[in-house]
């Protein structure tokens, strides 16, 4: 089983909805990071969460630490927010150091 | 520089052949960390970098790969005798340190294609 998981995998969905992707995961971490990844592989830091919820724009993050579960809103959907959404904890590796464990990514499409 | 930058963008090469992919992260990031995205899969880290010491190589997949760091800027991640499942896109992130809750900026990545 990852450590990470991500729900769904996939999302098709129509201009101005509300999207919803869930992330899941079961070991300690220190924070939480959701990445936007465009085609061409670019990737995006979106939100670090290491508690409660963080809006930017209309992107919405939340995490519930108890739940070890986090999900990433995003409300009034537009085509350009086509992309890859991937969920990722960082974790304590040595000596205080962290790195990142990362979801599978939810590959987000927005139809007009 | 502004960002991370990583060169090349693109690298064909013969199965067999030695590539060297190189990072250049932002200015005052002591923290750097190269990943590996295969087609398909996710993304899964490979090695951090805390000034030029490298305390956790854990993610790298075999000892064909190896890193290194100077001056605690610009690093180089080089895969020797290539295979075609090193094919992926080799991304490298940099933050301001390793310890704290710092955000990662991501370069653009290195799409390497072993033929």
């Known amino acids: 089983k990852n450590e990470v998981e991500q729900s769904p995998q996939n999302l098709t969905a129509q201009e101005g909805e509300f999207i919803t992707i869930n992330c899941s995961y079961s070991?300690?971490?220190?924070?939480l990071h959701w990445l936007q990844q465009h085609p061409g592989g670019g990737i995006v830091s979106l939100f670090m969460?290491?508690?409660g919820k963080k809006k930017h724009g209309r992107l919405i993050a939340t995490i519930n630490i108890q739940e070890k579960h986090s999900s990433l809103h995003i409300t009034a959907s537009h085509p350009r927010d086509s992309a890859v959404y991937i969920c990722a904890v960082k974790r304590v590796i040595i000596q205080g150091a962290q790195k990142l464990v990362f979801g599978q990514g939810t590959r987000l499409t927005i139809n007009p | 520089g502004a960002g991370v930058s990583q060169s090349p963008s693109n690298k064909v090469t013969e199965k067999g052949k030695d590539v060297e992919l190189r990072c250049d992260p932002i200015s005052g990031h002591t923290a750097l960390y190269w990943y590996r995205q295969s087609l398909g899969q996710g993304l899964e880290f490979l090695i951090y970098f805390q000034g030029n010491s490298a305390p956790d190589k854990s993610g790298l997949p075999s000892d064909r790969f190896s890193a290194e760091r100077t001056g605690g800027s610009v690093s180089t991640l080089t895969i020797q005798r290539t295979q075609q499942e090193d094919s992926a896109v080799y991304l490298c992130a940099s933050s301001l340190g390793g310890r704290t809750n710092y955000g990662y900026t991501f370069g653009s990545g290195t799409r390497l294609t072993v033929v």
């Open positions: 969460l290491s508690s």
């Open positions: 070991v300690g971490i220190s924070a």
